[in-house]
């Protein structure tokens, strides 16, 4: 049902407003164009007067001053005072004779002065001046009037004009946006649209609000299309996601059991050190215990002996401890320096069989870096073996690896550099790929979880080629000091 919304209708209120500026401009600008043109007309009635006292009456005035009668002179200025807006008539003759009919009451006046001449046989002479003082107040009170009236009537006729156009604006325009407007502010994209339509009868020519409103719901139907499809890629996204974290989690258990014998290993002729030096301390031990004299000395040095290849055996243990148990980074400060040198005592017995030369330049000083220690050990102890790895099956002589620490602006970063065979330029990212391996032994997942866990720790792990083999590079966040 129809309903006048003028007070909702900004669109309205300007329509009015701008509308009746310019009305009202248009009607003052015509109504000073009919008052001016009436106001010539009066101009000319006033003219006509003028040129009637000019022309009838100053000779036959001329000819009573002559003949000095002063009846005459009074009938004739009082007929001049008759004429309509005259108010006095004054008359100066040249012997200082003065004449003066009526009295001068109103407030706005206008003086009009003529000579009285009197013709005689072709010779003309002055006889005097006569001053016609004429009011202006009726002819301002008409023009008033009468612009009051034209003004009135133009606006009358802009007033009742506006009006019908802002109820045709209303009724074809104004109501249709607004529910427009609400329709729009209502709507819900998690809700299938409902498509809307105009409260008027339906057309068979499709009008510009017709338009607009298949516009928008078209634009509905969109949107609530693109809607589902987006909050479908996001759930999938999410299962991916979720999966891919699983994934991710089952790859580093298996990296870890998958290393798990090959660290046994090492750790069995770590400890089996230590044990077997142990085992030597105690026979010698017992045969000085039971040789007589009885040497106290080498008691307590062998005795000494013992407990530092069982402190070595515990310090073995305990650095492996928990390696392969994975935990959240939990970064703090670190000396990379002493986590490098952990991962080659590890691995040194590989070393050894492989005849491989190890070089830690980073030795003789501290690097420290802001990452969780077991989690860089890993790491360096992933991309080590690697290393090794490739050495192994390299037919080079002079195998070595070399591992440097130091610290650029705020970031640390780690060189591990070998000598074997290399990588191809265009396989060197593929590294990094799950599953991607150059050896025939293995699943290639180490450097893959090593980067996943570098991730984790705001760090990132690249490789190139040198001059001498592989180089693999791991950038780490600096510790800032204070």
């Given at each position: 049902?129809?309903?006048?919304?003028?007070?909702?209708?900004?669109?309205?209120?300007?329509?009015?407003?701008?509308?009746?500026?310019?009305?009202?401009?248009?009607?003052?600008?015509?109504?000073?164009?009919?008052?001016?043109?009436?106001?010539?007309?009066?101009?000319?009635?006033?003219?006509?007067?003028?040129?009637?006292?000019?022309?009838?009456?100053?000779?036959?005035?001329?000819?009573?001053?002559?003949?000095?009668?002063?009846?005459?002179?009074?009938?004739?200025?009082?007929?001049?005072?008759?004429?309509?807006?005259?108010?006095?008539?004054?008359?100066?003759?040249?012997?200082?004779?003065?004449?003066?009919?009526?009295?001068?009451?109103?407030?706005?006046?206008?003086?009009?002065?003529?000579?009285v001449y009197y013709a005689n046989h072709g010779m003309t002479q002055v006889m005097g001046e006569l001053t016609v003082y004429g009011s202006m107040?009726?002819?301002?009170?008409?023009?008033?009037?009468?612009?009051?009236?034209?003004?009135?009537?133009?606006?009358?006729?802009?007033?009742?004009?506006?009006?019908?156009?802002?109820?045709?604006?209303?009724?074809?325009?104004?109501?249709?946006?607004?529910?427009?407007?609400?329709?729009?502010?209502?709507?819900?994209?998690?809700?299938?649209?409902?498509?809307?339509?105009?409260?008027?009868?339906?057309?068979?020519?499709?009008?510009?609000?017709?338009?607009?409103?298949?516009?928008?719901?078209?634009?509905?139907?969109?949107?609530?299309?693109?809607?589902?499809?987006?909050?479908?890629?996001?759930?999938?996204?999410?299962?991916?996601?979720?999966?891919?974290?699983?994934?991710?989690?089952?790859?580093?258990?298996?990296?870890?059991?998958?290393?798990?014998?090959?660290?046994?290993?090492?750790?069995?002729?770590?400890?089996?050190?230590?044990?077997?030096?142990?085992?030597?301390?105690?026979?010698?031990?017992?045969?000085?215990?039971?040789?007589?004299?009885?040497?106290?000395?080498?008691?307590?040095?062998?005795?000494?002996?013992?407990?530092?290849?069982?402190?070595?055996?515990?310090?073995?243990?305990?650095?492996?401890?928990?390696?392969?148990?994975?935990?959240?980074?939990?970064?703090?400060?670190?000396?990379?320096?002493?986590?490098?040198?952990?991962?080659?005592?590890?691995?040194?017995?590989?070393?050894?069989?492989?005849?491989?030369?190890?070089?830690?330049?980073?030795?003789?000083?501290?690097?420290?870096?802001?990452?969780?220690?077991?989690?860089?050990?890993?790491?360096?102890?992933?991309?080590?073996?690697?290393?090794?790895?490739?050495?192994?099956?390299?037919?080079r002589d002079n195998k070595s690896i070399e591992i440097s620490a130091f610290s650029i602006d705020d970031k640390v970063e780690i060189h591990i550099?070998?000598?074997?065979m290399g990588v191809k330029e265009h396989l060197l990212e593929k590294l990094f790929v799950p599953y991607y391996t150059t050896k025939q032994t293995?699943?290639?997942?180490?450097?893959?979880?090593?980067?996943?866990?570098?991730?984790?720790?705001?760090?990132?792990?690249?490789?190139?080629?040198?001059?001498?083999?592989?180089?693999?590079?791991?950038?780490?966040?600096?510790?800032?000091?204070?």
């Amino acid at each position: 049902m129809f309903r006048f919304t003028f007070q909702e209708s900004v669109i309205g209120r300007r329509f009015i407003f701008y509308t009746l500026i310019f009305s009202s401009f248009i009607a003052l600008v015509f109504t000073l164009i009919q008052v001016e043109r009436e106001s010539l007309r009066e101009i000319q009635k006033y003219a006509h007067f003028e040129q009637i006292i000019e022309h009838s009456l100053l000779d036959s005035l001329g000819n009573s001053i002559w003949a000095y009668d002063d009846s005459q002179i009074y009938s004739q200025l009082q007929g001049i005072k008759n004429l309509p807006t005259v108010q006095r008539v004054h008359l100066a003759l040249a012997d200082n004779v003065q004449f003066s009919v009526g009295e001068v009451t109103a407030e706005y006046t206008q003086t009009n002065k003529f000579s009285v001449y009197y013709a005689n046989h072709g010779m003309t002479q002055v006889m005097g001046e006569l001053t016609v003082y004429g009011s202006m107040d009726e002819r301002y009170v008409y023009l008033l009037e009468y612009a009051a009236l034209i003004l009135a009537t133009n606006i009358s006729k802009t007033m009742f004009v506006v009006i019908f156009m802002f109820f045709l604006f209303e009724l074809l325009i104004s109501r249709h946006l607004l529910r427009i407007s609400d329709e729009l502010t209502n709507y819900n994209q998690g809700k299938k649209p409902i498509r809307f339509t105009l409260e008027r009868s339906p057309r068979e020519n499709k009008d510009e609000l017709d338009l607009v409103v298949e516009s928008l719901n078209n634009l509905q139907q969109r949107i609530f299309f693109e809607q589902c499809k987006v909050n479908n890629e996001i759930r999938q996204k999410e299962q991916l996601h979720h999966k891919i974290i699983e994934q991710k989690e089952q790859l580093i258990e298996l990296e870890r059991n998958i290393g798990l014998n090959e660290f046994a290993l090492g750790l069995r002729v770590e400890v089996r050190k230590p044990l077997f030096n142990l085992k030597t301390c105690c026979e010698k031990l017992h045969h000085d215990v039971n040789t007589i004299p009885y040497n106290r000395l080498a008691v307590n040095n062998g005795l000494e002996d013992m407990a530092q290849y069982i402190h070595r055996a515990l310090e073995v243990i305990n650095r492996s401890n928990d390696l392969f148990k994975y935990k959240k980074p939990q970064c703090v400060s670190l000396n990379i320096t002493d986590s490098i040198t952990k991962v080659l005592d590890l691995l040194s017995h590989n070393f050894d069989e492989a005849n491989i030369e190890v070089k830690h330049k980073t030795l003789a000083h501290s690097v420290m870096a802001f990452a969780d220690e077991k989690h860089i050990e890993q790491v360096l102890l992933s991309v080590v073996k690697n290393s090794l790895e490739s050495l192994i099956i390299s037919k080079r002589d002079n195998k070595s690896i070399e591992i440097s620490a130091f610290s650029i602006d705020d970031k640390v970063e780690i060189h591990i550099e070998d000598n074997g065979m290399g990588v191809k330029e265009h396989l060197l990212e593929k590294l990094f790929v799950p599953y991607y391996t150059t050896k025939q032994t293995g699943l290639g997942i180490g450097l893959s979880i090593s980067r996943s866990i570098l991730n984790e720790m705001n760090a990132s792990i690249s490789a190139n080629n040198n001059a001498r083999g592989l180089s693999i590079i791991i950038n780490l966040p600096a510790c800032r000091l204070g």
